[in-house]
């Protein structure tokens, strides 16, 4: 079993910049793929970002690219998500996840976060 814990959320105003971490525990992470999703207030949950377990290979939502950036270190059991150039439409719960596979799919991830909420306010 792998349990995640995401902090770093908050208010921030639009343009600013916020810094998710995602903290393992149970299992390393290192031999999983990670992904980060958000879920806007009556909105179905969607892919961000992820990042396979070496760190090689990285996908972004076309929403997020030039602003967001995901990372991790294995040493630290732990997943990044910087994000940069906020947007209000950026306003969300966001999850970190973990998987076997790197994915955009939800479906694909077996162990998630509780969620941080990210509010940008315009």
């Known amino acids: 079993q792998v349990q995640l814990g995401e902090s770093g959320g908050g208010l921030v105003q639009a343009g600013g910049s916020l810094r998710l971490s995602c903290a393992a525990s149970?299992?390393?992470?290192?031999?999983?793929?990670m992904g980060w999703f958000r879920q806007a207030p009556g909105k179905e949950r969607e892919f961000v970002s992820s990042?396979?377990?070496?760190?090689?290979?990285?996908k972004n939502a076309d929403s997020v690219k030039g602003r967001f950036t995901i990372s991790r270190d294995n040493a630290k059991n732990t997943v990044y998500l910087q994000m940069n150039s906020l947007k209000s439409e950026d306003t969300a719960v966001y999850y970190c996840?973990?998987?076997?596979?790197?994915?955009?799919?939800?479906?694909?991830?077996?162990?998630w976060g509780q969620g941080t909420q990210v509010t940008v306010s315009s």
């Open positions: 996840a973990a998987s076997s596979v790197i994915s955009t799919k939800i479906d694909a991830y077996e162990y």
């Open positions: 149970g299992r390393n992470i290192s031999t999983y793929s």
């Open positions: 990042i396979s377990y070496s760190g090689i290979f990285v």
